[in-house]
């Protein structure tokens, strides 16, 4: 037998090989000025090539929800992989189905839900887009400014943050909307003015037909932004009248990341039309899905359409591994315990800091967002640069977020622990130090 490829461990050869070889698009999304490399992970840590430890804080971009090369997950991946890697979706296996059985039993009770799998989260938010149009046969969709979906074509068309929108034609029919950002919405605080920002939308930039809107109940990349009580209720009340649909995206906010329910949306008394999940469903294996209300689902029965790796059953495994650990292991009640603890010490930094204008999020889904001057809120761009490059020398990995990049944001998986608090209170103290804010 031939011996298997050897992979370079060595930091200039992969530096080298990614600068030759992977196109300017690839290469882009680098957060820090001297790129990391990862070598292996175990639980909510993380070593690089030079083993050097890290704690993740940022879950592989929120796709690690129960913990880097979790046993169960490994175990599910392996034994079905030696069974059969792939299996189309013209054909059938058991494991997807059983995967949507399980994904179902979340939801709200007293409705017909059904699941359609895809490969990511951009590409879920598509179809969700699609599914809404077609089950409404109206145009005009809302989204929120600071919003983030993704950045296929109409992932990006949704998107309300500059960087992820190219500079070509996009989507037509889609309008932003202010989002109720509670800290520095142009509104200023409550649902109230933002509700009536989408009735002045709906009546002067729409047709006044809807096919939907589309909400995260707490914005992941713009900064953990939480919708304020009243505001999606509120919104999916005046978007229905209207003949549209309400579309939730718990992409990042899912599966009990928030602590305080499975859903980040059920914190909120309303229950979608369409929901879009991914990341943490698959524990780092590429696997998204759309959950839809039979009737609306049934809008493109007899349409050609499908995902070629979207039920892949290898990463439906993982998925049904995913649910298993989050409730053997209880991750919804650790996410709100252990976040609660980190709120606190977030907040201990922001009494000392002036610099730091704002605290937020719930569960396992936290920021801290930095300013110039806690009047003004003008974002501290440059300064938050600074600190999130100094946590990586004191061992921790941050998300450098919100469409001014001034925010610190924190989804590590769902098995940080209290002894992990500590370590961090410490890592963040010493980064704010020797960042000079």
């Known amino acids: 037998m031939s011996s298997a490829p050897k992979t370079d461990w060595n930091t200039d050869a992969i530096l080298e090989r990614r600068e030759a070889h992977y196109a300017a698009s690839q290469l882009s999304f680098m957060p820090y000025e001297t790129p990391l490399i990862f070598k292996r992970g175990q639980g909510q840590y993380l ?7 890290y704690t993740d804080l940022l879950g592989m971009n929120v796709c ?54 895809t490969n990511s989260g951009a590409e879920a938010i598509d179809l969700a887009l699609l599914l809404a149009r077609a089950a409404t046969g109206n145009i005009d969709f809302l989204a929120l400014r600071s919003g983030y979906h993704g950045a296929t074509f109409g992932a990006q068309s949704l998107t309300g943050i500059a960087g992820f929108r190219h500079n070509v034609p996009l989507m037509e029919g889609i309008h932003h909307v202010a989002e109720p950002n509670q800290y520095r919405g142009v509104f200023g605080e409550g649902a109230v003015p933002y509700l009536e920002e989408i009735d002045r939308t709906i ?10 809107m589309i909400i995260e109940p707490v914005q992941g990349y713009g900064g953990i932004v939480e919708m304020p009580g009243g505001y999606i209720s509120g ?39 369409i929901m879009v999940c991914a990341k943490g469903i698959g524990n780092g294996y590429p696997l998204a899905a759309v ?16 995902h070629t790796y979207g039920a892949n059953p290898v990463c439906c495994a993982a998925g049904r591994a ?3 650990a989050l409730r ?12 609660s603890a980190l709120l606190k010490v977030l907040s201990g930094l922001q009494q000392k800091y002036e610099i730091i204008g704002d605290v937020r999020g719930r569960g396992l889904m936290l920021a801290i967002e930095l ?23 004191h061992g921790l990995i941050l998300s450098k977020s919100g469409p001014h990049r001034s925010v610190l944001r924190m989804v590590p998986p769902l098995c940080l622990s209290m002894e992990d608090v500590d370590p961090i209170a410490q890592a963040m103290e010493a980064s704010f130090a020797e960042a000079g804010v």
Not at 47 to 53: A, I, L, P, R, Y
Not at 328 to 336: D, F, T
Not at 371 to 393: G, L, Y
């Open 291 to 306: 959950v839809a209300k039979r009737d609306i689902a049934d809008a493109m029965k007899g349409k050609f359409l499908f």
């Open 328 to 339: 053997e292991e209880k991750l919804q009640a650790n996410a709100e315990k252990v976040g």
């Open 47 to 53: 070593w690089d090539e030079k083993d050097n430890k």
């Open 371 to 393: 300013v110039k001057d806690r009047q003004s809120k003008t974002p501290a761009t440059e300064e938050t640069a600074r600190v999130f490059e100094a946590s990586r020398k």
């Open 203 to 212: 009546t002067g930039a729409t047709s006044g037909n809807l096919a939907g």
């Open 322 to 324: 995913v649910l298993q």
């Open 64 to 117: 690690i929800s129960v913990g880097h090369a979790h046993p169960l997950v490994t175990e599910a991946v392996c034994k079905q992989a030696a069974d059969l890697a792939h299996c189309t979706t013209m054909f059938c296996h058991p494991t997807p189905a059983h995967l949507a059985e399980e994904l179902v039993a979340t939801m709200p009770k007293g409705h017909d839900w059904v699941v359609h799998f």
């Open 235 to 273: 919104a999916a009340e005046r978007v229905r009248a209207q003949g549209g649909l309400l579309v939730i995206d718990e992409v990042q906010s899912g599966f009990a990341r928030t602590g305080e329910n499975f859903w980040a949306f059920e914190s909120h008394g309303v229950v979608p039309d």
